[in-house]
């Protein structure tokens, strides 16, 4: 790759803020005790129920886990970070456990066409789910630069990569476009910005559907606005943001995903990346506590930025 605003010619970068964090300021942090306590185990609420028709203007999204939701269109069905191991980690016996079972189980997924994967964070990079996706359904796999790699040595071959606002179309009638996002990337002490993070932006016919990824708060949001019009449903992340000195240039908290909302000008938002793995201070109710007294200061009603249930499904009629 040649040199660009994000990448100096060997690491990727952030334009305006580095969100760079050093040994010190990690020790700081996990030193500081300042973790609220998280329930072993929450059972989920909500059954799902998957529509089995989808009109041409319709969109059914439903809400797995974290950053994990399925989209589904009529003749194409999507994941966005798709993660369903029991932990947010490179082992199997330790790491962040999650304490919510998916939302759908992986045996009642409907075939799957394509699999967004914004970064490569073990909580949004799960390649044990993704080498069962190709095993079940082989999709196709679009990330961004950098990642494919990583995806190819785990016998992922049927990759995309995408550097910021390039765009890949798919069957004639759906463009997946890689946004900018506010983040970092790494899986080992030694890779750190070796590959790029980003959102995206799905559309498919008239629907237009905005996946953040991982993203701390800056004036891309506005740009995403400026450059692709308005959005029918954004997904934001409202969740591990806490401490703020440490995670503020990394991830959105609830207030500052309301005003990404409000940037992006979209008529609905959802939330995401919130009560499934134990990451940062936060507690597990705080990210929705906090966005309902966000929504509320800014007089936005609870129906236009909402969080689902576990397995609850989100019908779009555009």
């Given at each position: 790759?040649?040199?660009?605003?994000?990448?100096?010619?060997?690491?990727?970068?952030?334009?305006?803020?580095?969100?760079n964090k050093g040994l010190g300021e990690l020790l700081r942090w996990m030193t500081s005790g300042q973790r609220k306590k998280w329930p072993v185990h929450v059972e989920n609420k909500f059954q799902p129920h998957l529509p089995t028709t989808l009109d041409t203007n319709e969109a059914a999204i439903t809400f797995i886990n974290?950053?994990?939701?399925?989209?589904?269109?009529?003749?194409?069905?999507?994941?966005?970070?798709?993660?369903?191991?029991?932990?947010?980690?490179?082992?199997?016996?330790?790491?962040?456990?999650?304490?919510?079972?998916?939302?759908?189980?992986?045996?009642?997924?409907?075939?799957?066409?394509?699999?967004?994967?914004?970064?490569?964070?073990?909580?949004?990079?799960?390649?044990?789910?993704?080498?069962?996706?190709?095993?079940?359904?082989?999709?196709?796999?679009?990330?961004?630069?950098?990642?494919?790699?990583?995806?190819?040595?785990?016998?992922?071959?049927?990759?995309?990569?995408?550097?910021?606002?390039?765009?890949?179309?798919?069957?004639?009638?759906?463009?997946i476009t890689a946004t900018p996002a506010q983040h970092f990337s790494s899986r080992t002490p030694f890779d750190r910005n070796r590959a790029l993070w980003s959102g995206f932006l799905l559309q498919r016919n008239k629907i237009k559907i905005y996946f953040a990824g991982d993203s701390g708060y800056e004036q891309h949001f506005?740009?995403?606005?400026?450059?692709?019009?308005?959005?029918?449903?954004?997904?934001?992340?409202?969740?591990?943001?806490?401490?703020?000195?440490?995670?503020?240039?990394?991830?959105?908290?609830?207030?500052?995903?309301?005003?990404?909302?409000?940037?992006?000008?979209?008529?609905?938002?959802?939330?995401?990346?919130?009560?499934?793995?134990?990451?940062?201070?936060?507690?597990?109710?705080?990210?929705?506590?906090?966005?309902?007294?966000?929504?509320?200061?800014?007089?936005?009603?609870?129906?236009?930025?909402?969080?689902?249930?576990?397995?609850?499904?989100?019908?779009?009629?555009?």
């Open positions: 790759m040649t040199k660009t605003d994000h990448f100096d010619g060997r690491k990727f970068f952030n334009p305006r803020v580095s969100g974290h950053s994990s939701f399925l989209i589904q269109f009529p003749g194409l069905n999507v994941l966005t970070d798709p993660v369903f191991s029991k932990r947010a980690s490179p082992v199997s016996w330790a790491g962040p456990k999650r304490v919510r079972a998916p939302g759908i189980p992986f045996s009642s997924l409907p075939p799957i066409q394509l699999v967004l994967v914004s970064h490569n964070h073990y909580d949004h990079m799960d390649v044990r789910t993704l080498r069962k996706l190709v095993k079940q359904f082989n999709p196709l796999f679009i990330t961004p630069v950098g990642n494919g790699h990583i995806l190819h040595r785990n016998g992922i071959r049927n990759v995309i990569e995408l550097d910021w606002w390039q765009s890949h179309s798919l069957d004639g009638d759906t463009t506005k740009e995403v606005k400026e450059k692709v019009g308005i959005i029918d449903v954004a997904f934001l992340p409202i969740g591990a943001y806490e401490p703020r000195w440490f995670m503020k240039d990394i991830h959105l908290n609830p207030q500052e995903a309301v005003q990404a909302y409000l940037d992006l000008g979209t008529p609905q938002g959802i939330g995401m990346h919130f009560g499934t793995f134990h990451l940062t201070d936060e507690g597990i109710d705080e990210p929705q506590q906090a966005l309902a007294e966000a929504l509320r200061v800014n007089g936005i009603d609870t129906h236009h930025f909402r969080t689902l249930e576990f397995g609850e499904t989100f019908i779009l009629r555009r």
